[in-house]
């Protein structure tokens, strides 16, 4: 019974509260539903290219209000990481000014001059010229270790698919025969991590909802939460035939979530 | 003896007869020397980026004229061998506008959308911009197979090493999982017939000329031509130990084949 049962809701953007730039019918009810049983909720997305405050004003827009801390960001996990692990460094970023802006937000210095950089950052760059390849290409020549926010090979924009971060990296990598030492975004472990620290609550308390199954529900099953597949996004059909990697419950959208916690603890979800 | 034994001279471009914007010093009048003792020559360039009446003007500007068959590009045999092979196609293409110069030299038809190419041509593209890369990634993405001009990681440009179409490659096959199905350039067997048939000549009777180990030695080697490495480009030391890769000469520069040519038989290279 999901109002006695769970306490966090682990809650992804793109394709379950929103898709392009249209608000997913009953998002910002369900949320505030949410809300209303006392539950605790973050928003964790893939996103590497916009920084948390960009995300805030933009769901804010949407009729969503959002702490800071309830939002949780590949730019984000990245940012934390080189932090924690590299701290002091230099970085270069192939990608559009939100990450810059995120990675900013942590102390993060940006070097003057790509070869002065040891870490370069790659995620999708919607405003990519020849020059901003060249430059990321001449930081890892001189030596900087390469990160990227996530692997996405696309995503769905307004005509249709759009080339994502895997081509970002590819240019890279076949470029200098480096590789990524790491990829930050779901489903890693790192993510899991940072949204059930924003939570502050154990994995088995938690609900993850979104709508990609190896993203979402991939990560969910791996840190032992409850996983709610929606089918308002990359995933249109029902899966079948999926154990173990089945999500505990199917819904044709997040709006689903606003009935079922307003039962309160009557119904079985 | 170079004058008597050998009657063709397959000359590449960047690196042996110009480096950057600069011509190499003594390279026009070797080839003027060439010419004088009834030499047969052929420019063969791994530039995919411009047509051949670009590269004309380019050569004509440092005091060395060519005929149009006497300049064979990766975008000249690409073309071809789409003529050849794939006669009435349609092709998209990713990189500077020289590659669709070339190509519709040959007739060759531009899709009016990539979602409508049979093929994308992919070169180095200096002016590229994210949407560039989004055409060429939907092309693909709708069934466009790929050709690719050549797959050099880098050139030198005026302040050092720049990315070149490796990045172009990676980025369009890392996004669509696709892969590259012919790579035109230099060492390729495509690229040694092409200057043979220019030159109407066998292999036995011709000498090529060129900095680089890999593209210029490589492709003579396997062709069975005499083979001259200049250290004017990338290679700029004597590569020692290299048998049997090793070139059958080693020059300075391509100034070397003036006094060579003038000997007109007289001095054995």
Partial sequence: MIATTLDGFVIDLDGTVFRGDQIIEGAPE??????????RLVFLSNRGNISRAMCQERLSRYG??????????????????????????????????????????????HA?????????????????TYRDLNDAFRAVRHGARIIATNADRSFPGITG?????????????????????????????????????????AANQCLVIGDSMESDIGLGKRAGMKTALVLTGSTVQAPVGLWPARPDWIWPSIAELASIARDKGERTV
Same sequence: chains 1, 2.
């Avoid at 810059?100 to 993060?108: A, G, N």
């Avoid at 003057?112 to 990519?128: G, K, M």
């Avoid at 990524?180 to 940072?194: I, Q």
Wanted: with cysteine; proline share 4%; hydrophobic share 50%.
């Fill in 161 to 201: 698919d759009q080339i994502d971060v895997a081509g970002m990296i590819g240019a890279i990598t076949a470029s200098t025969g480096a590789e990524v030492e790491l990829v930050v975004g779901k489903p890693s472990a790192l993510m899991a991590e940072a949204a059930l620290s924003a939570l502050g609550l």
């Fill in 30 to 39: 369900a949320i505030a539903a949410l809300r209303e049983a006392g539950k």
């Fill in 112 to 128: 003057e001059q790509p070869e002065n950089a040891d870490w370069l950052v790659i995620t999708l760059h919607e405003t990519l």
């Fill in 64 to 109: 969503i209000a959002a702490a800071m801390d309830e939002i949780v960001l590949s730019s984000t996990v990245t940012a934390r990481y080189l932090c924690k692990h590299a701290p002091g460094c230099r970085v270069w970023t192939l990608g559009d000014p939100g990450l810059r802006e995120e990675l900013e937000s942590f102390d993060i210095v």
